[in-house]
Each structure stands twice: as structure tokens, then as C-alpha cells.
């Protein structure tokens, strides 16, 4: 069965106080890591997906690297908007849906 | 916004009700996946449904089924309501069957289901 744990559960951050979240993976043959951006009362928003080990993919502040049991969410010199909770999900074998990590709570303040 | 339509935003009802809630997938998204959210279990998997049938099976009780339909929107019938069903219950959509390596899944903002 897959498993994928994220931590810590709660992080809070200075505005422009650098970090990284974790997300650690048992999985039989990954064939994708995803990570997503929850807001409060809303769905998850799609913001990486990566494939292989090594494989690193940015977007604005944020950057998501993988190895093959973890990955890590860079966030670099945060804003408060960066608040939110992010999730990281995997897909493996011949699995048609993601299993998700319960996810980490980030609150950059000002 | 996703484009994932999910209704109503919130119910509530009681123990022993039945509910249904709707998802009408983004356009030219075949596959809507269904997936509950709690404060102590975070998002488990329930079911999915391609092109109106049924493609994996997820952690769903026996109580609870779903459908989708020619026009490919999609309903989660809940049944014999208990307490521990609250939760909020989204709806996603991806264009294939979930084969595909990058597909990505597109998320609605959720049913909040309050069971009292």
C-alpha cells in the first residue's frame, strides 16, 4: 500500500524567512510526485508534478526537487499569500488516483 | 478556478438521512474522481468513474455510491448518515482514464457535509 507522510504538520515562517517542507514516499513503482496548494474552504490547486529523481521544477517562489524517497518543497523569502496548507501526492503501479499526505499547514507572517 | 463544479457547497442534515451530492467535471475532462476530506484522515480516495463507468475503488463504504452520467456530471449518493461522515467532499476531473504518467487531477471546492 502507498504511504506518503509530510512534515512537519504546521510551519510558521517570517515574511522572507526561507524553508522547506517534506514529503517522504513508500511506493511500489512511482510514476509521479504532485504537489498542491490548499486554501481554506477551497480544493487543492495543482502546482508541480515531478517524474524522476533528480528533477527539480520552480515556480515563482517555490521549488520542488525529488529523490527516490522523498521530496521537498522550497519556498524562498515567503510572502503571507504563500499561507496555505500544501499536499503532496503520489502515483504508482497501475494506481489511476493520488494518494495524498495529510499535508502541511504554512503561515508566513508579516 | 479549477473549472470542477461542485454542488450544493455546504449541507447539513441528520443521522439516518441520505444525501447526494453533484459534479460536473471541467470541459472535455472524462474522468471525475471523488475523494473525502476529514480533519484526522486528510484526502482519502473514494471512487472513479471514466467516460460512465466505474475505473478504481477506493476506500468507500458500502453506504455511500456514486455514478456518472451520459452528460458526464456525477453524483455521490450518501446513505444511513452517522456522525463520522462529516467531512468535506470533493469532486476532481482529468482528461483520461488515469493511465497517464502527468495527468493532473483538477479539483471542485467541495460539498461540506455536516451530519448532526
Known amino acids: 500500500e502507498d504511504q506518503v507522510t509530510q512534515s512537519p504538520e504546521a510551519l510558521r515562517l517570517q515574511e522572507g524567512e526561507s524553508s522547506s517542507l517534506n514529503c517522504s514516499y513508500t511506493?511500489?513503482?512511482?510514476?509521479?510526485l504532485f504537489w498542491y496548494r490548499q486554501d481554506p474552504g477551497k480544493g487543492p490547486e495543482f502546482l508541480f508534478t515531478?517524474?524522476?529523481a533528480g528533477e527539480e521544477k520552480e515556480k515563482e517562489r517555490l521549488k520542488a526537487t525529488l529523490t527516490k524517497k522523498e521530496s521537498f518543497l522550497h519556498i524562498t523569502a515567503p510572502k503571507p499569500e504563500d499561507s496555505a496548507t500544501y499536499l503532496c501526492?503520489?502515483?504508482?503501479?497501475?494506481?489511476?488516483?493520488?494518494?495524498f499526505g495529510s499535508g502541511t499547514q504554512l503561515t508566513v507572517l508579516p | 478556478d479549477s473549472g470542477v463544479t461542485q454542488t450544493p457547497k455546504h449541507l447539513i442534515t441528520a443521522t439516518g438521512q441520505r444525501v447526494t451530492l453533484r459534479c460536473s467535471p471541467r470541459s472535455g475532462d472524462l474522468s471525475v474522481y471523488w475523494y473525502q476530506q476529514s480533519l484526522d484522515q486528510g484526502l482519502q480516495f473514494l471512487i472513479q468513474y471514466y467516460n460512465g463507468e466505474e475505473r478504481a475503488k477506493g476506500n468507500i463504504l458500502e453506504r455511500f455510491s456514486a455514478q456518472q452520467f451520459p452528460d458526464l456530471h456525477s453524483e455521490l449518493n450518501l446513505s444511513s448518515l452517522e456522525l463520522g461522515d462529516s467531512a468535506l467532499y470533493f469532486c476532481?476531473?482529468?482528461?483520461?482514464?488515469?493511465?497517464?504518467?502527468?495527468?493532473?487531477?483538477?479539483f471542485g471546492s467541495g460539498t461540506q457535509l455536516s451530519v448532526l
Open positions: 501526492a503520489v502515483r504508482s503501479g497501475s494506481a489511476r488516483q493520488l494518494t
Open positions: 511506493v511500489s513503482g512511482l510514476r509521479g
Open positions: 476532481a476531473s482529468s482528461v483520461g482514464a488515469g493511465g497517464a504518467t502527468n495527468e493532473k487531477l483538477f
Open positions: 515531478l517524474y524522476s
